[in-house]
């Protein structure tokens, strides 16, 4: 039976990562969480935006009110990749070899680690930002569309249209797709593996009664859940058209309560799903086998993340009403 071992951090929580088997919390008041040996507390931000784990897996980047872009070692050593702005940060993304991405306002900057900085300039504000698993290329989720530019070299951005906002971005870990959220319930998607010229080929992903606000790729990328309904809804992109034409799987419903938070496990096809009511799930992809991970708590459920192993899951909620879950008890 899993154990859960519950942190109340009376905050809500924004973001949760693991560095090493090292959980963080990142709370939106600017405090960041590391349970280490004991709690350790480390004041970021004055009122904390965006956070995400840095692409080698060692640390906490983070973006906040204050204008600031903010590294935290496993370790609990800080450091200053920006200083206070003018301007909040809102959205932040790591890359491949030391590369961070910050946005502000319409204003993209991406900082390198032999400290050199690019800067993009787009139309309306830039909602997501996310980096290709292959080389350094970023994509800028903006209204009605994503740019996605090459941060090294000077050819032009390529511009992937479709009206509406979007707020979230993720490429498919093989690099083939490109999946934005959108501001009206749904998803929509690019192929990116098309020729050269070739008529960008759409996928639209719709029909959630409620925002998708978190996204998670199955391991090896055959699958991509995502929140806003009652169930986890997971995409097949196993194909080479991804999930066009096909139906999405529905996995942990319920009847009562709208999945808030997913997260895939690192090694075998199976989703972490949490609730607006505090609930955790697993729930495996292959026969929709459930396992109670945690009952329903204080808040829904804000983010989910794993360890490498895949035997810890760290949750964090509304409510700052946190914890890890052992699953092998």
């Known amino acids: 039976m899993p154990t859960v071992a519950p942190v109340d951090l009376d905050d809500h929580c924004l973001a949760v990562i693991f560095l090493q088997d090292v959980p963080v919390f990142a709370l939106a008041s600017g405090l960041v969480v590391r349970l280490d040996h004991g709690t350790h507390r480390h004041e970021v931000h004055d009122g904390l935006l965006a956070a995400t784990r840095s692409w080698d897996g060692q640390s906490l980047i983070s973006g906040g009110e204050d204008g600031k872009v903010m590294q935290l070692r496993g370790d609990g050593r800080e450091t200053e990749l920006r200083g206070p702005g003018r301007k909040w940060v809102s959205a932040i993304a790591s890359g491949p070899q030391g590369a961070v991405a910050f946005s502000e306002g319409r204003?993209?900057?991406?900082?390198?680690?032999?400290?050199?900085?690019?800067?993009?300039?787009?139309?309306?504000?830039?909602?997501?930002?996310?980096?290709?698993?292959?080389?350094?290329?970023?994509?800028?989720?903006?209204?009605?569309?994503?740019?996605l530019a090459f941060v090294n070299g000077n050819a032009p951005a390529l511009d992937f249209e479709w009206k509406g906002a979007h707020n979230q971005v993720t490429f498919s870990p093989d690099g083939r797709f490109l999946v934005t959220a959108m501001q009206e319930n749904a998803l929509h998607g690019w192929k990116l593996d098309g020729k050269p010229g070739a008529e960008q080929r759409h996928m639209r992903m719709t029909g959630y009664p409620a925002k998708v606000k978190s996204l998670s790729w199955s391991s090896k990328g055959k699958w991509l859940a995502s929140s806003g309904a009652p169930s986890a809804i997971v995409w097949p992109f196993s194909g080479k058209d991804g999930p066009m034409g096909k139906a999405p799987l529905?996995?942990?419903?319920?009847?009562?309560?709208?999945?808030?938070?997913?997260?895939?496990?690192?090694?075998?096809?199976?989703?972490?799903?949490?609730?607006?009511?505090?609930?955790?799930?697993?729930?495996?992809?292959?026969?929709?086998?459930?396992?109670?991970?945690?009952?329903?708590?204080?808040?829904?459920?804000?983010?989910?993340?794993?360890?490498?192993?895949?035997?810890?899951?760290?949750?964090?909620?509304?409510?700052?009403?946190?914890?890890?879950?052992?699953?092998?008890?």
């Open 250 to 329: 529905e996995l942990g419903q319920r009847a009562d309560t709208m999945v808030t938070s997913v997260a895939c496990h690192p090694t075998e096809d199976l989703v972490a799903i949490g609730f607006g009511d505090g609930m955790v799930l697993a729930v495996r992809i292959a026969d929709s086998k459930e396992a109670l991970l945690r009952r329903p708590g204080k808040g829904a459920i804000t983010s989910l993340a794993w360890n490498g192993q895949g035997r810890l899951l760290a949750f964090g909620t509304q409510a700052g009403d946190c914890g890890v879950i052992d699953i092998a008890g």
């Open 107 to 147: 204003s993209v900057t991406v900082l390198q680690a032999d400290g050199s900085e690019r800067h993009f300039e787009e139309a309306r504000t830039v909602e997501g930002l996310a980096f290709a698993p292959k080389g350094l290329r970023i994509a800028m989720a903006r209204y009605n569309g994503v740019s």
